[in-house]
């Protein structure tokens, strides 16, 4: 018994011993174990700043974030918080006690000892937990595409497409056929037959429908990208059909990643060539010819074109049908030559038709020759010269290229093709008339955006068939793997444009090539082509236009100096070219691009360039200084887009520089640091400057984070910095006054009252406000405003002006306003759009929804905490009775509100009226019980989803409170199919 008690006496004193040591180890390692917190807590602070940099970024993209990246970043903030309380505290007792390692209070070192020994797992734990989202923290959502913006076709009348339409869907619901071939002439409609097949059985045959053009010259790289989303989905079993247009020879689907063959039957493919032996060897099990219309149908849809005219010009009518028999059937020349001749005379119509009875040149392609007259005879009937050099300079862009204005606008001007040119501005009006004439002309597709246009490869083809006529022949080689291009010196003489696009080039001729008519010459996007020779360079001496972006070109050669009539230079995206004396050489040049160069400064030389009008100098991450009096001396410059970087000296001054520009038109221009913005000075000429872009941040652009602004003409105020200084600087203020600014605010600290502190500030006319995780927003006007500032005045009332509002992540936004509702005025709203508010409760009163007069679009997710859009308050006799009519609003989109009830809470004798509303999205609303109390009449409502069942898609909206009725029917099947779910054996 004596043994046993010493034995466990002294298992006793081991313990007490190892737990003695692992306290005294608190007090020996307080040191290393208080430096390791340190580290770690520096390591997770470097993480949270890169993940929150990729969260801003898909933000501002529009991009979904992934489910947990906020939190983490929320939890990541908690764990940071207190590990700096605990640094702080930490520190503050060094301070008191002088060499803390060294004095006698042990128990003081004991406790930040093992303080820190239990703080730093949980932060090494939250590092861990962050990983993925620094690679990832959201899901691209894709822009729109070509089936998006696309309008469905009236076939009805037209017999052959009616039928051709009628065959290709039979087939695709045929499960034993995976793939569909199409085949016709060029111009027949193939694609416009393909799109539409697209738009009627998709959401009904299919889940989704991708589409990609294909081409003669095939871009591995770009198809994969096109079709990326649609094979993943394929392969989680989803049944989706996939569009192939203008195939040319025969794909091999298994190296383009597109999943096909017995696996993958719910993957279907429809292809369109101009060959039958295409489709045959793409295997399709049934291939369908796209015949031309015959002549009775190619009468009807020349009639759709021309008008009226044609039933009562009896003159005319004869020559028409003449016309139109020459046109082959062929939907697209008959709109290029129905828009061509429509309001020509009747002697034109006759001129005409004798330009189409002559044949075409014998020595081109045949599909090309039986259009050519025809696409060369609308081109020769535009009125606008402006408009046909538009279209010989689209040629020049690689096939099925989308074509930014923009780039025809710079190309425009740099060859001078517009006659008393006012400004760069005025370049871009014309641009877009000149574009604007081509499509109504059918010489250029219509793709939904304005700021960009597209080329059908047949009128592509004629387009460069009629540059070449004379000594304007161009030369396009785009997406064709070329590593070198080494052409004999004497082979090029007569062409005007050279354009080597999107290729592997490493070696350029190095000897003098003949080209003495060249004024267009592209190299671009050859990442490995890091020099061009001086040998090469120096027989350009006509060289109007040089872009040669996005390579890596690491010096400029000095035969340079002999591009004397050289007006637009693109240098953007070569990260290796630090040096640009020689460019001061260019005395003609009107337009310089330098974004995301290396430039380490701007140098004197640059001063020469008096002629320039737009100067872009984005993204160079490297610059840090421009020579005193660069900027000033570019007297003529209309716009100017330059960002200065953290590491940059001398903003203010420059900014003061750019401010006595006095013909700036347009000035796009990034400061990180407000430090760095100039407190006085009378500002721009408000008269010429028509729009701007002023971002003011300390972590928007030096991180990537970009602001798309789709119109030179708008006003936009970027403030991101963390603290707002308030008055802003007297000169931004005064830019402000007068204009009807948009004003961004993003991760702004200290600013809460936001409308009145603008006001205040002189944004008394704001149109745009887009509020970005600004932490103490609580409100936008708050209770302690007083609406009518003066005694005997008019109320104030904020909004007034408003038309949009964006109001995404602010976690502590509670109301949108704390005031009187007789301050308010939202009339003038057309957009509202909130998300990530999870404090938000509810939206309007009633007695502010009366007068919603204008909103069109209301879009809310992601707001757990709210509970109705519309607050009926006590129920007063304001509200009893009341009639409420949204005469504008036409989409209502509600998304992952968790807490939402209704969209109106309140009085049961109110009545709503929505007469413009035809859209309502409502998903992830699992408490949403009913639409609202009262009537709720929605007479023209054709879509209204409640997710997550479709069919409700389809229940019957018919009477006065059909709206109220689908949201009950909908949450009464949802109930059924839980209560269902609950007797299945393998129910979770």
């Known amino acids: 018994m004596a043994e046993t008690g010493s034995a466990v006496a002294g298992k006793v004193v081991d313990s007490l011993f190892v737990v003695a040591k692992k ?228 794909l091999n689907l298994e190296k383009l990643c597109i999943p096909c063959g017995n696996n993958f039957m719910t993957c279907k493919i429809l292809l369109t060539s101009r060959s039958e032996k295409v489709c045959r060897k793409m295997n399709a099990q049934r291939i369908i010819w796209v015949n031309s219309l015959p002549i009775e149908e190619a009468w009807i849809l020349f009639k759709r074109v021309v008008g009226k005219r044609l039933e009562t010009d009896f003159n005319l009518k004869p020559v028409a049908l003449k016309v139109v028999e020459e046109c082959g059937g062929l939907p697209l020349l008959i709109q290029a030559v129905g828009n061509a001749l429509k309001d020509e005379s009747t002697k034109s119509w006759e001129s005409a038709l004798t330009q189409l009875q002559k044949h075409a040149p014998l020595d081109i392609d045949e599909e090309i020759r039986k259009s050519f007259t025809h ?103 785009a997406w064709q793997g070329l590593t070198e291009w080494l052409p004999r010196d004497t082979s090029l003489e007569s062409y005007k444009g050279i354009a080597l696009i999107s290729n592997n080039i490493i070696k350029l001729p190095s000897y003098k090539v003949n080209v003495p008519n060249l004024e267009i010459f592209f190299v671009c996007g050859n990442r490995d082509l890091s020099m061009i020779s001086d040998e090469f360079i120096g027989c350009m001496k006509k060289l109007k236009l040089l872009d040669i972006s996005w390579n890596n070109i690491s010096s400029l050669p000095q035969s340079f100096q002999l591009l004397t009539k050289l007006r637009t230079l693109d240098l953007r995206g070569n990260k290796s070219l630090y040096e640009i004396s020689i460019l001061g050489e260019l005395k003609a040049l009107e337009i310089l691009i330098l974004n995301g160069t290396g430039i380490i400064e701007i140098p004197k030389e640059i001063c020469q360039l008096v002629n320039l009008r737009v100067l872009e100098i984005k993204d160079c991450v490297d610059l840090s200084r421009i020579t005193q009096g660069v900027i000033s001396a570019l007297w003529r410059l209309e716009e100017l887009c330059i960002e200065f970087m953290l590491k940059f000296k001398g903003a203010s001054d420059c900014i003061v520089e750019v401010i006595s520009l006095s013909k700036l038109a347009y000035l796009d221009l990034t400061v990180p640091s407000i430090d760095q913005i100039p407190t006085d000075g009378q500002g721009f000429n408000s008269e010429t400057l028509k729009g701007f872009v002023i971002e003011i941040g300390e972590y928007r652009r030096d991180v990537g984070v970009k602001v798309v602004f789709l119109s030179r003409s708008g006003r936009y105020l970027v403030l991101s910095a963390v603290h707002l200084r308030i008055p802003l600087a007297k000169w931004l203020k005064n830019l402000i ?252």
Not at 104 to 111: E, I, S, V
Not at 440 to 455: C, D, F, H, I, Y
Not at 773 to 787: A, G, I, Q
Not at 914 to 938: A, D, F, N, R
């Open 23 to 250: 306290q005294i180890s608190y007090m020996w390692n307080y040191t290393q174990n208080v430096d390791t917190l340190k580290r770690a807590l520096q390591d997770l602070k470097g993480m949270r700043e890169r993940v929150q940099v990729q969260i801003d970024i898909a933000i501002r993209n529009g991009d979904n974030l992934l489910e947990g990246a906020k939190k983490w970043v929320k939890g990541a903030d908690e764990e940071i918080s207190k590990a700096e309380e605990f640094v702080e505290e930490e520190t503050n007792a060094k301070k008191t006690c002088f060499k803390l390692a060294m004095c006698g209070n042990w128990h003081t070192l004991h406790h930040y000892g093992r303080k820190a020994i239990k703080m730093a797992p949980l932060i090494l734990q939250q590092q861990v937990s962050g990983t993925p989202y620094e690679r990832c923290v959201s899901i691209e959502t894709p822009a729109p595409g070509p089936l998006d913006v696309y309008q469905n076709k009236d076939l009805d009348d037209l017999h052959t497409h009616n039928s051709a339409l009628g065959y290709i869907i039979k087939s695709l619901e045929d499960e034993s056929t995976q793939i569909t071939g199409i085949y016709g002439l060029g111009g027949v409609g193939k694609t416009t037959l393909a799109m539409e097949v697209a738009a009627r059985v998709k959401n009904n045959l299919f889940a989704d429908v991708a589409f990609t053009t294909v081409s003669l010259t095939i871009n591995a790289e770009k198809i994969q990208k096109d079709l990326e989303n649609a094979t993943k989905r394929i392969m989680k079993g989803d049944k989706i059909l996939i569009i192939l247009d203008d195939v040319w020879e025969k």
């Open 375 to 477: 696409l060369k005879l609308s081109y020769e009937y535009l009125k606008s010269e402006e408009a046909k050099s538009c279209f010989l300079l689209c040629s020049m862009f690689p096939e099925d290229y989308i074509i930014p204005l923009e780039d025809l606008v710079f190309f425009g001007v740099a060859l001078e093709k517009f006659d008393d040119l006012d400004s760069i501005e005025d370049a871009r009006s014309r641009v877009q008339n000149a574009v604007n004439i081509l499509t109504s002309s059918g010489l250029l597709l219509n793709v939904g955006n304005e700021e960009v246009t597209k080329m059908h490869d047949v009128v592509r083809d004629v387009a460069l068939l009629i540059a070449s006529e004379g000594n304007n022949k161009f030369l396009v080689k």
């Open 737 to 988: 006054e007068g204009s009807l600014p948009n004003i961004i605010l993003y991760g702004i600290e200290n600013l809460n009252n936001v409308m009145p502190t603008l006001y205040h500030q002189g944004f008394t006319k704001l149109q745009n406000i887009h509020l970005n995780d600004c932490p103490n927003v609580s409100c936008l006007v708050d209770n302690d405003t007083r609406c009518n500032r003066d005694e005997g005045k008019t109320k104030e009332k904020f909004f007034k002006e408003l038309k949009h509002i964006e109001l995404w992540y602010l976690e502590n936004l509670e109301v949108l306003w704390k005031c009187p509702d007789e301050c308010i005025s939202l009339t003038n709203l057309v957009t509202l759009y909130i998300e990530g508010s999870d404090k938000l409760g509810s939206v309007f009163t009633v007695r502010v929804a009366q007068g919603l007069v204008n909103l069109n679009f209301l879009f809310i997710r992601n707001c757990d905490g709210l509970e109705d859009v519309i607050w009926g308050g006590d129920g007063g006799d304001d509200e009893s009775g009341c009639i409420i009519v949204f005469p504008s609003l036409a989409q209502i989109f509600l998304l992952k509100l968790r807490r939402l009830k209704s969209f109106y809470l309140g009085s049961e004798n109110c009545s709503f009226e929505y007469p413009s509303l035809v859209e309502v999205k409502i998903g992830g609303c699992g408490s949403m019980q009913i639409w609202g109390h009262g009537i709720h009449e929605t007479p023209n409502l054709k879509t209204l989803v409640v997710n997550p069942y479709d069919d409700v898609r389809r229940l019957q909206l018919d009477g006065p409170n059909a709206i109220n009725d689908v949201v009950a029917k909908a949450r009464d099947l949802d109930k059924r199919k839980q209560q269902a779910n609950l007797y299945k054996p393998n129910a979770k």
